[in-house]
């Protein structure tokens, strides 16, 4: 009897561990009350009380938060930098107006593009602070996996005869605007046919660094309903086309470990049809295994493991043809890509909708929100069997997770 007590007392134990461990594990910065938070574990911290906060990013080891913020309208926002070690929230220089901003996948800088210019941050005491200029003429950007250049786009310009090409360029951290250190890397032949784009945005390299994702853009109107995926060899001698999508940046997901994309396919700019959760071997051999049944949409995705794509699925709706947008009630479910098993593992109460999933280590969250509700909650499961807890109450949006890799 005493050995079936200590037997039980150990596997209560073990377990609890787990569960604790796994909670303990997530750091996160997020968004209340338009204000940033953050929690660690068990802990919430409010790290702001005056600002209208935006789009947290963490630094490569965690000490820093970059976020933009500004007044309840929207405007002038600047950068910021919340700093974990000395508790406090800065202005890496008098005013940075921004919406585009990155931290380097090797250090504490942080790049940025303001009125078509890419610039990087100086240190100072050990921190981000002051700017140099690094390029004119910048669009979109992505650092390069080693952390000293990037990859840059260009607008192309409407001339008489036509759209120019989009031209991709490859610049040096240590440019500084000197146009004789900045190289051609690809420029993107287009037609108004089959690869209409004006622009090139959202820059995903894979894991092994050899190849980086993008989007061909059209102009407004035509990028609302299509835009162009395609992959570049790191060398950028060999670009291929993957398939048409709509303009989000986290339908477009490298698998962990192999050079696979999975991305959510599909034209057209309502949620109602034709949304579909599509996977690509890279170099593309020109076939795409695509894996939402029919009579559903997959409106976002999110790897699991080197085998399993996490998807928030609703059931279409082919019958709306006016009036509002209906609403898509979203539910989680995970692909097996290998056998072709797909199984719900989220279940929302009615006129609830489950999204934005994210896999942290070995946990999935998501963000369960009401039909008209404006804000919602944080869930998180540690495995696809495991039971789900609310992690984060009233938040404005899903947070940034700090997963280091």
């Not at 910048?138 to 120019?164: A, M, R, T, Y």
């Not at 962990?256 to 700019?269: D, H, M, V, W, Y």
């Amino acid at each position: 009897m005493a050995i079936r007590i200590l037997i039980l007392i150990l596997f209560f134990s073990f377990n609890f561990s787990i569960g604790a461990t796994a909670e303990i594990l997530l750091k996160a910065a997020f968004i209340r009350d338009h204000q940033l938070w953050m929690k660690e574990g068990n802990k919430e911290t409010q790290l702001t009380t005056d600002k209208y906060v935006s789009n947290p990013k963490w630094s490569k080891d965690g000490q820093f938060i970059a976020y933009t913020a500004g007044d309840k309208n929207g405007d002038n926002t600047n950068l910021f930098i919340y700093d974990l070690k000395k508790k406090e929230n800065y202005l890496p220089y008098i005013q940075i107006e921004t919406t585009n901003y990155k931290w380097s996948p090797i250090s504490n800088q942080l790049a940025y593009t303001s009125g078509g210019v890419l610039n990087i941050t100086k240190t100072k005491n050990g921190r981000p602070h002051g700017f140099e200029n690094v390029s004119l003429g910048v669009s979109d950007f992505e650092w390069f996996p080693n952390g000293k250049d990037f990859i840059v786009s260009s607008q192309s310009n409407l001339l008489p005869s036509g759209w120019e090409p989009v031209r991709l360029f490859k610049v040096p951290i240590d440019a500084n605007l000197d146009t004789n250190k900045i190289k051609p890397f690809y420029t993107i032949q287009t037609n108004t046919t089959d690869l209409f784009a004006i622009d090139a945005e959202y820059f995903k390299w894979s894991a092994d660094g050899k190849w980086v994702s993008f989007l061909a853009t059209p102009t407004a109107s035509w990028s609302n309903d299509s835009n162009t995926l395609g992959v570049l060899s790191s060398v950028g001698d060999q670009f291929q086309v993957i398939g048409k999508m709509l303009w989000f940046e986290n339908w477009i997901k490298w698998a962990p470990t192999k050079n696979q994309l999975a991305f959510i396919s599909g034209e057209g700019r309502f949620f109602v049809e034709n949304k579909n959760t599509a996977v690509a071997d890279i170099p593309f051999k020109n076939k795409l295994q695509e894996y939402t049944p029919k009579g559903y949409v997959d409106l976002d995705l999110e790897w699991f493991s080197t085998d399993e794509i996490i998807v928030a699925r609703a059931k279409e709706n082919k019958e709306w043809k006016l009036g509002p947008v209906p609403t898509m009630f979203t539910k989680l479910y995970v692909i097996n890509i290998k056998s072709g098993e797909q199984k719900q593992i989220t279940f929302p109460k009615l006129n609830e909708l489950d999204n934005t999933p994210q896999v942290v280590g070995s946990s999935i969250t998501w963000y369960r929100q009401t039909e008209k509700g404006s804000k919602g909650d944080l869930w998180v499961k540690d495995g696809i069997n495991a039971k789900e807890f609310r992690w984060l109450a009233n938040v404005d949006s899903a947070p940034a997770f700090f997963n280091k890799k």
